[in-house]
């Protein structure tokens, strides 16, 4: 339940460590939607297991299958509970493709409507930033 003038919000995000050298950001979406930050991390974890094959991306595409697991994480991220899903390459980086409640957000009025939404605007607004 959100108090007055304030909205959750939800932030997901995939990160590449590689063995040596700093993290590396590949992107993120910061969104209203439990749903969609975790429809975002389901998309980017398909890519992922795209790119790196098999046997690499198995247990990625075992996740993507399952219909209930989406549900159930978008109704643990609701209850505050973060979400993570690591996948690990021939060359030893690792994909950590990461989904959790960002906090509250101020903007809202009472019913939860985001300010500034009304005729023609979307309920939902978002931020989504890809690594070059």
């Known amino acids: 339940m959100t108090a007055y003038g304030e909205v959750a919000v939800y932030q997901a995000e995939l990160i590449a460590h590689p063995p040596s050298g700093p993290p590396i950001d590949l992107g993120g979406l910061v969104s209203y939607s439990p749903r969609r930050a975790v429809r975002w991390m389901r998309t980017r974890a398909e890519q992922a297991g795209q790119q790196l094959g098999a046997p690499y991306g198995g247990g990625v595409r075992a ?39 960002g906090g509250l957000a101020v903007g809202a009025y009472r019913d939860g409507a985001v300010r ?15 690594a070059a």
């Open 63 to 101: 996740w993507l299958r399952e219909r209930a697991a989406f549900e159930a994480a978008v109704g643990a991220l609701v209850a505050g509970t973060p979400l993570s899903l690591t996948v690990v390459d021939a060359d030893g980086c690792t994909y950590a493709l990461v989904a959790r409640p």
């Open 116 to 130: 500034g939404a009304g005729r023609g605007m979307p309920q939902e607004r978002e931020a989504a930033w890809l």
